[in-house]
């Protein structure tokens, strides 16, 4: 996909809020980074990070992790680099959403998958300081039942679908509290498909693919509007195993990201800034 159709795919308050506060403090220098040789990685000399069984744009370009292109491919090789690892020395595997939070030996020292931060997944792996943070979203089809929802009393009443486990079914319950039971789906991907064949009115999605999905790949659909956050903010952060040893210098390095300008500059480059859409309240 061409970069430029990015660059007005988010507003622009996302890319400052990645700059949020997390009173930590870290170093700004890769050579201060600890040594690639280090215990507690899967390989000794190699980064090992994980991605989705299939990774998709805006934050994998063409399913090719290894390239660099795309928002969470960039953040990777950045926090590599934080480490003192070259980009000959990242190897990449893939795993499924759900088997990445479960608990149990890894096959990775970070995943980076648009994982929210939460204590319930904390109790069965680490987390990194957040990187990113999203709000939720609502696509429909334009001709559907969620044509004139303007507030979430609207929303009650629809056949809301949203991936099951994720940020945006946690939403659908809290923020929406619908009458009509939610239908939830594996992956993303099964929650359009079922949203294009009409077995739901809507989907919920993070605002970035929201923007993504409207404008490339469900046809004819819109952002009916932006949804109240459900308790927890929508913080995403890198994925260890539960206790790592590397939890704490993959943080530092977040935080180094954050603190120097490079998380924003990679959000500006591959989510860029556009224009807002309706809080639905």
Request: hydrophobic residues 45%; charged residues 15%; contains cysteine.
């Given at each position: 996909?061409?970069?430029?159709?990015?660059?007005?795919?988010?507003?622009?308050?996302?890319?400052?809020?990645?700059?949020?506060?997390?009173?930590?403090?870290?170093?700004?220098?890769?050579?201060?980074?600890p040594s690639a040789t280090d215990e507690?990685?899967?390989?000794?000399?190699?980064?090992t990070i994980a991605t989705g069984e299939t990774a998709y744009f805006p934050y994998v370009i063409d399913d090719d992790p290894a390239s660099g292109e795309g928002f969470e491919a960039?953040?990777?090789y950045a926090v590599a680099d934080r480490l003192g690892f070259s980009h000959d020395d990242v190897e990449w595997v893939r795993t499924s959403f759900e088997s990445a939070i479960a608990p149990g030996p890894k096959s990775f020292d970070?995943?980076?998958?648009?994982?929210?931060?939460?204590?319930?997944?904390?109790?069965a792996v680490d987390f990194s300081s957040p990187?990113?943070?999203a709000s939720q979203a609502v696509v429909a089809i334009k001709g559907g039942a969620a044509d004139d929802v303007t507030d979430i009393a609207s929303l009650k009443g629809l056949t809301l679908g949203a991936m099951s486990g994720s940020t945006s079914a946690t939403?659908?319950?809290e923020s929406v509290a619908p009458t009509t039971e939610p239908l939830l789906y594996a992956s993303n991907e099964d929650a359009v498909a079922a949203?294009?064949?009409?077995?739901?009115?809507?989907?919920?999605?993070?605002?970035?693919?929201a923007y993504y999905a409207?404008?490339?790949?469900?046809?004819?659909?819109?952002?009916?509007g932006e949804l109240p956050g459900a308790g927890v903010p929508d913080e995403w952060g890198l994925l260890l195993a539960k206790d790592s040893p590397l939890t704490a210098r993959v943080t530092e390095a977040v935080d180094a990201l954050r603190e120097d300008g490079t998380l924003e500059e990679i959000t500006d480059e591959w989510l860029g800034s556009g224009q807002g859409v309706t809080l639905l309240q």
């Open positions: 996909m061409p970069r430029p159709a990015l660059r007005t795919v988010l507003v622009a308050s996302f890319a400052a809020s990645i700059l949020l506060a997390t009173g930590c403090t870290a170093s700004t220098t890769p050579s201060d980074s507690g990685y899967v390989t000794p000399g190699k980064l960039a953040v990777a970070f995943n980076i998958q648009q994982y929210t931060i939460t204590d319930e997944r904390k109790q990187y990113y943070a939403t659908i319950a949203l294009k064949a009409g077995q739901i009115d809507a989907i919920v999605l993070d605002l970035p693919t409207t404008a490339e790949y469900i046809e004819n659909s819109f952002i009916v």
